[in-house]
Structures are given as C-alpha cells and as structure tokens.
C-alpha cells in the first residue's frame, strides 16, 4: 500500500516492529503512528514535528485517557 494512501497506522499487534525508516517516511508524510495499550486506548504517540503541506491545518488528537480538548489558553499554561 503506498503510504500516500494512509491517514495514520495504529500499530495493535503484539510484537509489531517498525524501522526508523518507515517511522521517518510517515513523519515526512505527516503521517501518526499510535501505539496502544492493552485496551487499545493511545499509549504513544509519534506526531511530525513538520507537517505535510496537506495536513498542515491538523491538530493532534486530545490526551489519551482526555475526554476533551484543550482550549488554547490552558495548552499554554499547561505544566507550568
């Protein structure tokens, strides 16, 4: 599958194992790569830094286990 055609990977098998090269190919792509736990709520996430020019108005999905987004003001002042 060309990875022009993907949207994210959800990496949900045990024992699943990537290469920094395709971890690269996806962040240059602006694509995710989540990996959850046991209960497939997001355990990790790798976000591009830089996003693909198609996805740069995307925002990255809320804190695992968060039932809601942040507003702007309190992702600033959040961990201060």
Not at 42 to 49: G, R
């Amino acid at each position: 599958m060309p990875l022009d055609d993907i949207t994210a990977v959800l990496a949900t098998a045990r024992g699943t194992s990537v290469s920094v090269a395709l971890l690269a190919a996806l962040a240059e792509r602006g694509l995710p790569f989540v990996v959850p736990a046991t209960n497939f709520a997001p355990a990790a996430l790798l976000w591009p830094l830089a996003g693909h020019h198609c996805t740069g108005r995307r925002k990255p999905p809320p804190e695992a286990g968060s039932n809601r987004h942040l507003r702007p003001a309190e992702t600033a002042t959040r961990g201060r």
